[in-house]
């Protein structure tokens, strides 16, 4: 994976040079305080992404108390709600691979209008247009497959060595995510949420290393100019690859006091989620009028099995690869784990990686020949409509005496529109 080989070969840099200065910075040093920081004239738009509560019921109510009846307008199968759930990774560069499979699956012609979208990282870019439906494709393909790397990041190597964030600065992505995500699409997706649908993305809070939900429909709804820079800034951070990318500073207020955080990578704290609030999922019915059918797709922008590679003896070739393996075992239990809850809930679980025989390399962390590959076999593997039923190396339920799958009515049994 290009991202994590060049965040460890700057981190070795940061490391060996032994820098003096830092990021001018008012933090929160209290883990107490940081309990109650919230967004200036933002309250409630979001919350930890780590909390297991006692009561999940009382919880999940108190997080959704303001927010537009969920799943108001999803269709109806046998008198239930359909609640269509996709979940993107993170993955770096691999996110071409997400935006493609979403443009396959339109193609195929039964994509879903999903009730719940959540992002982390790569997943974060691609999230709020997948959201808004395939009227978005035309703009993902743009956005992963048509920009070189000077157009997303720039290098900073001097910056970075001597007491700076990262090596390379942003500012490309940001004008990039400022071109796409303006108030007309802020609107779109205000109209969206109201509809009862939801768009959540992960950061990381660097400061008290925990992952951080944001709902961003809640942003959406302010219909304000701070309203659109903190949305840019969530989808920034959530892809800041740390020292690769700077860090995002977001105020925020606390005990009537200003502050700021640190946010980075979500995909450092969380590849890949589902759900706002760690609870199982008969925790949510009461939000429906009646038990809804829930099926999950997810999305990983990356392959979930082993890839063979001859790794040099060096130092940096080393430590990458290892951090590589760590992060993909790290998200395959993730994705366990999701699979596992959608079993005790009785969802419907779907699965797709990056195939184990594409074998396009780069060193590049945006390198427009690789993704417009992977773009490609993305929309090859949205078409076929074949998705894993449990993640891969895991048995499927249901073998060797173990307890079956429930079934699903018709005609969402085979896991497609």
Known sequence: MPRLHVAVTLIFALVLTGCATIMTRNGISSASLAETAEIPGMPGVRFWGDEVPKDPIAEIRRRTAHMPKLGKHARTVAGRKVVDTLALSGGGSDGAFGAGVLAGWTKRGDRP??????????????????????????????IWTQYKQDQVATPEILSGLFGGPALSST??????????????????????????????????????????????????????????????????????????????????????????????????????????VDAPIKAFDVLYDQPPIRRYFIIKNGKATPDQEVVKPTTLQIAGRSISTLIKSQNMGEVYHIYRVALDGGADFNFLAVPPSFDYKTKEIYDPKYQAALYAKGVQVGRSGIWLKHPPGVAPIGVDGQQPRPSLPEPLAAGNG
């Open 113 to 142: 209008e999903f009730q719940v979208v959540t992002g982390v990282s790569a997943g974060a870019i691609i999230a709020p247009f997948a959201f808004l439906g395939p009227s978005e494709d035309e703009k993902l393909h743009a």
């Open 171 to 276: 500012a490309p992505l940001q004008n990039l995510i400022a071109h796409y995500v303006n108030e007309k699409f802020l609107d779109r997706i205000a109209a969206q949420y109201k509809r009862g649908r939801i768009l959540l993305v992960l950061t990381t809070n660097l400061d008290a290393q925990r992952p951080v939900v944001w709902n961003m429909g809640e942003i959406a709804l302010k219909r304000s100019p701070q309203a659109i820079e903190l949305f840019r800034k969530v989808i920034l951070a959530s892809a800041a690859i740390p020292a690769a990318f700077p860090p995002v500073k977001i105020e925020v207020v606390a005990d009537g006091r200003m502050y700021d955080e640190l946010h980075v990578d979500g995909g450092t704290t969380r590849e890949v989620f589902i759900s706002p």
